[in-house]
């Protein structure tokens, strides 16, 4: 099944950990804490609201936006745009979103990327071998809660933390990249 009928079938609880995930894994390229979002997926786990917590997260995540980079404006576009309200309307267009922006931000970061990274499709050969990653892991969080219901989240989370960290690692290495350009540059 592709990502785009993965999230066309998907309930609220499935919706939220599909949007949350992008979020988390693109969590680095904001400078955030690794905990700062869990207490999002605390709520997810027990049923509660998460609008207070969302609001929390936005505050910490907030501050210092960075100008300029387009894979950090595309995170803090997900964060900003994250409804309080958790019904399925609401979370639908949002997960929805939050899944192009995510794959958006995988193919600016990976230097082998092409015009046909975003496509929906976690198969496609197409794509560059970060984004296909990215797609794996979308449809990974999506399938797991369509399977497991809320027994699903500790497996989507531990999915997508290991995401988180591929792309903290690639974030690490364009900044060390960055550096010593602009050292050679200055020479």
């Known amino acids: 099944m592709s990502l785009v009928e993965l999230i066309a079938q998907a309930d609220e609880r499935a919706l939220a950990a599909g949007g949350l995930a992008c979020l988390d894994r693109c969590l680095p390229l904001l400078g955030g804490d690794d905990e700062v979002l869990r207490p999002l997926w605390a709520s997810l786990a027990d049923g509660s609201g998460w609008a207070w917590d969302l609001a929390r997260a936005r ?3 907030g501050a210092g936006r960075p100008a300029g980079d387009e894979a950090a404006l595309l995170v803090h576009r ?9 019904t399925a309307a609401a979370l639908r267009p949002w997960a929805d979103a939050c899944s192009v922006a995510s ?19 976690a198969g496609d050969a197409g794509a ?4 296909a990653a990215e797609l794996r892991r979308q449809a990974m969080v999506l399938e797991l809660l369509a ?7 500790r ?4 999915v ?3 995401g988180r960290r591929v ?9 060390r990249n960055t550096a010593e350009a602009g050292a050679r540059a200055g020479l």
């Open 59 to 61: 505050d910490l995540l």
């Open 78 to 86: 997900m964060l900003e745009s994250a409804p309080a309200e958790r």
């Open 103 to 121: 794959l958006g931000v995988h193919r600016l970061l990976d230097p082998a990327a092409g015009d046909d990274a975003l496509r929906a499709d």
């Open 128 to 131: 560059s071998p970060l984004v």
């Open 147 to 153: 399977d497991h219901g809320a027994q699903g989240l």
């Open 155 to 158: 497996r989507a989370l531990e």
């Open 160 to 162: 997508t933390v290991e």
């Open 167 to 175: 792309l903290r690692a690639v974030v690490s290495r364009r900044a």
